[in-house]
T-cell receptor, first 117, second 113 residues
Framework: DAGVIQSPRHEVTEMGQEVTLRCKPI?????LFWYRQTMMRGLELLIY????????DSGMPEDRFSAKMPNASFSTLKIQPSEPRDSAVYFC???????????????FGQGTRLTVV | QQQVKQSPQSLIVQKGGISIINCAYE??????FPWYQQFPGKGPALLIA?????SEKKEGRFTISFNKSAKQFSLHIMDSQPGDSATYFC????????????FGRGTSLIVHP
């Protein structure tokens, strides 16, 4: 498997524009996470899905942020309208719980570096 | 509320030295403690993990020490190498149910040759 695939790797956009980040999780993983990484706040969980259903979006900073997972192999994170303070690296990760409720690792994509000017 | 506190924020070590990164948690329900390593331009990747039924786990030059009563755990990198230069994140999660990892703020490690 190629791992978690994110696109684009880099995105530069003007304030007010719509931005869409894309993610393809590892096949067979039923958890998908969106994280935002900044120097100030580290890794923040924005939202996560289980079996394509959004479970917790309490980390989404504002209504300008939305995420969808239309099927098991694709998810998007959309920012509309974008603002300079949204500049960060956005990571998608996927995972599956082992049997008996045991944890397993989260596999991260390479991230999308977003710059809003 | 930051549930996992990590320190130091940055660390500079000479080649061959020992790097030590500490984390403390508040939620006593946490029962899985992974460490992730992140190189520039890459996503974090699992380095080593421990469960609270043991006090130490070693994999090569990397060791996790765990103190359940103090609710603290730490990563020790023995014989640190320049190739270890990266950002390290500790995390904690609860088995079963919502097991989503809570990450520390990260430690930027630089190992000078």
């Amino acid at each position: 498997d190629a791992g978690v695939i994110q696109s684009p790797r880099h995105e530069v956009t003007e304030m007010g524009q719509e931005v869409t980040l894309r993610c393809k999780p590892i096949s067979g993983h039923d958890y998908l996470f969106w994280y935002r990484q900044t120097m100030m706040r580290g890794l923040e969980l924005l939202i996560y899905f289980n079996n394509n259903v959004p479970i917790d979006d309490s980390g989404m900073p504002e209504d300008r942020f939305s995420a969808k997972m239309p099927n098991a192999s694709f998810s998007t994170l959309k920012i509309q309208p974008s603002e300079p303070r949204d500049s960060a690296v956005y990571f998608c990760a996927s995972s599956f719980p082992l049997g008996g409720g045991m944890n397993t690792e989260a596999f991260f994509g390479q991230g999308t570096r977003l710059t809003v000017v | 509320q930051q549930q996992v506190k990590q320190s130091p924020q940055s660390l500079i070590v000479q080649k061959g030295g020992i790097s030590i990164i500490n984390c403390a948690y508040e939620n006593t329900a946490f029962d899985y403690f992974p460490w992730y390593q992140q190189f520039p331009g890459k996503g974090p990747a699992l380095l080593i993990a421990i469960r609270p039924d043991v006090s130490e786990k070693k994999e090569g030059r990397f060791t996790i020490s765990f103190n359940k009563s103090a609710k603290q755990f730490s990563l020790h990198i023995m014989d640190s190498q320049p190739g270890d230069s990266a950002t390290y994140f500790c995390a904690a999660s609860v088995s079963g149910g919502s097991y989503i990892p809570t990450f520390g703020r990260g430690t930027s490690l630089i190992v000078h040759p």
